[in-house]
């Protein structure tokens, strides 16, 4: 008993692991190029996403991991309070999210590298592939190692992948400005230049950017019983990776926007671009691939953090019966090595069929689409599980309450909700910057994704009892 305590005590992450897993899992410079291309419109859908979804989604998680801290996650946070099938739905869209999210990740990979070595393979769909296999079964075979191994990765990639290129373009985005140099972003500060036109919904579309920038805050709650002191330490990581998203995002952003001009912004390599524009005026043009190689280790980071995660509120729920006996099994670090082998297939056999879109931006945002729909419906069971929680478990001790009685409760779950659901709906319509030639095939490939991913886990829910009986 005393070693197995002993091993369990040295098993345990720090705070300042759980603050890098964290910011590795919400936190990235891939965004920029999304946002940039809003212009100054980019404050709106900032602040609307973080005021609707980003601060209600972190003060909902920071609640129900300190009030469950070590039963994992998603999938005993909705399970306490609807029953062991809405917990089993939450962790399989929570999964089903990184699964088609991670997509653009690789693919941003891929357009960094090609970058630095050969700009001509961003286009190249053979090397797009290549990426994603390589990188999908080299990472979910390096967590067969642990949350300890995994972090590690975690904290080197955020701290060099994305914390020194988010600081370095915002840096040299204030000092291209004020030395004097021509900005190609309009700071009027009128109405028309800072509201975008509510009136168009495929404006609005690019909401579904904003609200994926801010999505995955509630993953490490999975990693709650692996944590030092949670009920201390979950909700100092969650106020830190909100106040440092924030920044990093909007002011990112605005570089990015001020310096590359709209139409040359790609969303798979539009940070290169920026670097690209900063270092060649600054006369530093050997950075570029240096830059190119750390946002690249950032992404790989994140990808790291994202594999590991939201598998083990799903092997949570397996060990309940919630699927066959086949799943549960686990190696000696506690890691779902065959859970993680079944998810590595799936994106694999993803990631390379989107490439078969005629253009990359239209298979970029298509995966950002279905992604978000479906971990809308997740982050709805979440918030929904907080309020009844707070009335079926009044007087249960939580570390983090969410300010305000009753009144702060019943507000942040309408705010969260109503945004998720405005969300949901314009999520539907492509947004005009991607010329979609046709709509009909858009939206049936859309719909017909969220539709079948929601369906799946009610329907295996429903067939537990032949494996159980077995």
Known sequence: MVKKH?????????????????????????????????????????????????????LVSAELATLLPKQGGIFAWVKAAFGERFGFVSSWLQWCYMMIGSIPMLYFVGGSLAFVFMPALAHNKLFMALIVLLLTWGTTIFNFRGLKASGKVSTFGF???????????????????LTGNPLHLDMTLSTKNMIPDLSKLTTLVLLVGFMRTFTGIEVSG??????????????????????????????????????????????????MEAFKVFFHQFHLAWLVPVLGILTAIGAIGEITTWTLGPVKAVYASAKTGALPKFFNKANKKGIPTRLLIVQAAVISLIGCGLLLMPKLNTAFWMANAVACCIYFFMYA????????????????????????????????????????????????????????VDTTAYLTITIGGITTLLLIPFIIFALRRVWQAK
Do not use: D
Not at 232 to 254: D, K, T
């Open 6 to 58: 002993l091993s369990a005590i040295k098993n345990k992450i720090s705070l300042f692991t759980l603050i890098m897993i964290s910011s590795a899992i919400v936190i990235s410079v891939r965004n920029f190029p999304t946002e940039a291309e809003t212009g100054m419109h980019m404050i709106f859908f900032a602040l609307f996403a973080a005021i609707g979804f980003f601060i209600p989604v972190a």
């Open 222 to 271: 999975s990693h709650a019983n692996e944590v030092t002191n949670p009920k201390r330490s979950y909700p100092l990581a969650i106020l830190f990776v909100v106040i440092l998203g924030l920044a990093l995002n909007i002011l990112g952003s605005l570089s990015v926007a001020a310096v590359v001009p709209q139409q040359q912004i790609s969303l798979a390599s539009g940070i």
């Open 381 to 436: 069971l979440m918030i929904l599980a907080c309020l009844k929680l707070r009335y079926t478990m009044p007087k249960a001790k939580r570390a983090y309450k969410i300010p305000g009685g009753w009144f702060g409760i019943w507000l942040l779950s309408i705010t969260g909700l109503a945004t998720l659901a405005f969300g949901f709906v314009i999520a539907f319509l492509p947004p005009a910057q991607l010329h979609v």
């Open 159 to 177: 701290l060099l992948g994305v914390l020194i290129p988010g600081a370095l373009i915002i840096i040299f985005g204030i000092v291209y400005w």
